[in-house]
């Protein structure tokens, strides 16, 4: 494979601040040159690949040390880009990494978009689009289940089985091809349309099998939105803070990478829970007067869970009925909370599914993570090991429109339309999958794709 010939990219790859150490990285064919004119220490062109060489770095321009060095030297084609790859590790300071950075550029390199570096993987054929994502996806990860589903990924799971249906695929054309062309033999329109009808409903099946795998590998990479409501004084705060306690908090205060929000994350056994609002939840206790009925009831239907909570120690007010009849048309748990006090609430206007805790008494909360398993998992183990999970919105998408062209063809092939009209629907199918490991992907896709990524990634 031949490496394609691009100019030489600089970013920071640690996170800015303060650490043990920070990492400049550079990739491209200027990246040894570019890093000998400001280091001083053994010449590194001459030490082997793959290696940490000491030294220091030295401003050309007046000769000043900045910082005292050690440097990673990976020689093409055995790098994450297939370039060369020289990696500054400094003592981590912002100061001095940016510094360095500024000399970096100054010598002829290029500032580095965000995910460029993973970009070039990609260009280069390193990497195909789907454990470029996956890259991306680790990185995200928020849970070490959906991690789990991202480093599979990273493998090339996901590309293998897209590339044995694309082969399939072209497999079929081929030979539909071959019967067209030969058509001295008997039967070959009906051979031709068996064939047809045989390989469309095994590739759709497929592609159906996979497309199940989708919504709990979505809820996995993405969270389950969750908002915990219920009048005020019943214990939502106190279920926030006892869920977000017993290491069950993950991630808590991270602003989205390209919105500016401030989510919270619960793990309940792997599954990550969005919370939604919970400032809300802490500021002002009632969501249906603040927000008003019709959009607390859209936001209800938006949530993928509601977790309502009521007082099992108190009659029913006006506003637990109110809660009630708003959500239920969503996946909710109706929680009785506590039921370390004596019970007055009137359960029989109650669902029977109810679920009794004390949160206080630190009773049942388990029984939740149960009831979300049923849920949303039937049950089931929530990640089979072996399992190829589609979990990222693109794929999905992509992946149902290719059903969408299979299902084309198996419609023509009920009305009897003519084969080579077929054929159309059929590589269509094929082209639809390509984009996924962006053997077939349009560059605007590919960019903006990558424009997500972090820099120095
Ligand atoms: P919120 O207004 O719904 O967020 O309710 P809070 O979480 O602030 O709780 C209101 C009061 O109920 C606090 O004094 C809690 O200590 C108390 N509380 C919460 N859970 C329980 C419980 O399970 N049993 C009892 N007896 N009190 C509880």
Not at 83 to 97: K, L, M, P, S, Y
Not at 388 to 417: C, F, P, W
Request: proline letters at 3%; aromatic letters at 4%.
């Amino acid at each position: 494979m031949i490496t394609k010939e691009f100019d030489t990219i600089t970013a920071i790859a640690t996170p800015l601040g303060e650490g043990a150490i920070g990492i400049i990285r550079l990739s491209g064919s200027d990246a040894l040159a570019i890093t000998k004119k400001i280091f001083k220490g053994k010449d590194l062109s001459k030490v082997p690949s793959h290696t940490l060489n000491y030294g220091h770095i030295v401003d050309p321009q007046n000769g000043e040390v900045l910082d005292e060095v050690m440097i990673g030297v990976m020689l093409a084609p055995k790098t994450f880009t297939r370039e060369d790859v020289v990696e500054i590790n400094t003592h981590g300071g912002i100061a001095v990494t940016n510094e360095i950075l500024q000399l970096v550029l100054r010598q002829g390199a290029r500032m580095a978009e965000p995910g460029e570096f993973t970009k070039r993987a990609f260009l280069n054929g390193r990497v195909d689009l789907t454990q470029a994502e996956a890259v991306m996806d680790i990185i995200r990860a928020k849970t070490d289940k959906a991690m789990n589903i991202a480093v599979k990924q990273l493998d090339g799971s996901l590309k293998q089985l897209i590339d044995n249906a694309r082969q399939e695929i072209l497999n079929t054309l081929a030979q539909v091809e071959v019967n067209i062309d030969y058509p001295e033999y008997d039967d070959v329109e009906e051979m031709t349309t068996a064939l047809m009808r045989e390989k469309t409903q095994e590739f759709q099946a497929l592609l159906e099998n996979l497309l199940r795998t989708a919504r709990r590998g979505k809820i996995l990479r993405e969270g389950l939105s969750t908002a915990i409501i219920g009048r005020p004084n019943v214990g939502k705060s106190s279920l926030l803070n006892n869920l977000l306690r017993e290491e069950k908090a993950i991630v808590t205060n991270i602003a989205g990478t390209t919105r500016d929000i401030i989510e919270e994350y619960v793990n309940i056994k792997g599954v990550p829970l969005k919370l939604v609002d919970t400032a809300g939840i802490r500021e002002t206790d009632d969501v249906v007067e603040r927000i008003g009925v019709e959009r607390s009831k859209k936001a209800l239907n938006e949530a993928d869970l509601v977790l309502l909570v009521l007082n099992a120690a108190e009659k029913l007010t006006e506003q637990d009925r109110t809660l009630l009849e708003l959500s239920q048309n969503s996946n909710r748990i109706i929680l009785l909370n506590k039921t370390d006090l004596p019970e007055v609430i009137e359960v029989d206007d109650l669902p029977s599914d109810v679920i009794r805790i004390s949160v206080l008494k630190n009773q049942n909360i388990d029984l939740i993570e149960e009831r979300i398993n049923q849920l949303f998992f039937d049950n089931a183990n929530i990640i089979e090991q072996d399992a190829t999970y589609l979990s990222n919105a693109r794929h999905i998408s992509l992946i149902e429109k290719a059903v969408e062209s299979l299902q084309a063809v198996n419609d023509g092939l009920e009305l009897g339309m003519p084969v080579d009209l077929l054929q159309v629907d059929l590589t269509r199918c094929w082209e639809i999958l390509g984009e996924i490991t962006g053997d077939a992907a349009p560059d605007e896709l590919i960019t903006q794709l990558f424009s997500q990524f972090c820099l120095g990634k």
